[in-house]
């Protein structure tokens, strides 16, 4: 099958969102990232729960439920705090894919991936998402017409060799 694919694009918030998600998983802050929200949750219930049962603590059980509020934010923070220092990502892209690999090219930068740099990839519903040694490359579906998102996905089921299911 020959693959002949250009497409032009821009990342959304959501994208690197997607990114940040993905990324996490990777690596070991993504536990905490995952962890330190579900203690907020539980801290946040335990503090409301005290304000309504115990008002004569009411200072220490406000204390409490603010500082579950703040646990739960904290991954929305570090979201935000990653699409505010990746500004570059908001520039148009373009990916030429072919039968050698990949060509991103964004302002001013030009990267160059061989297939057989990509240890596996992962399909979702918006995204084609390649691995490559540490670096992820996202690819929104949303560049490509029905006719290339069918193309490219059978393309990489074919020639990847570890597929990791659609999620």
């Known amino acids: 099958m020959q693959l002949a ?5 821009r990342l959304s918030r959501e994208d690197s969102e997607e990114l940040l998600r993905i990324r996490c998983r990777q690596e070991w802050y993504g ?16 503090g409301a729960a005290g304000l309504f049962y115990d008002r ?47 060509v991103a090219r964004g302002p001013g930068d030009e990267e160059h991936y061989e297939w057989s740099d990509f240890s596996n990839f992962k399909e979702t519903k918006r995204h084609f998402v390649l691995f490559h040694h540490r670096k992820v490359l996202l690819l929104p579906k949303r560049a490509f017409t029905t006719q290339d998102l069918n193309v490219l996905s059978t393309f990489l089921r074919r020639n990847l060799l570890a597929y990791v299911p659609r999620a």
């Open 56 to 102: 004569r603590h009411l200072r220490n059980w406000t204390s409490l439920a603010v500082l579950g509020a703040i646990l739960v934010l904290v991954r929305r923070f570090v979201f935000w705090a990653e699409w505010r220092s990746k500004r570059k990502v908001v520039h148009p892209f373009e990916i030429v894919l072919d039968e050698t690999g990949i």
């Open 5 to 9: 694919l250009r497409a032009q694009y």
């Open 31 to 46: 536990i905490l990232l995952t962890l330190i929200p579900a203690i907020g949750c539980t801290l946040l219930a335990f």
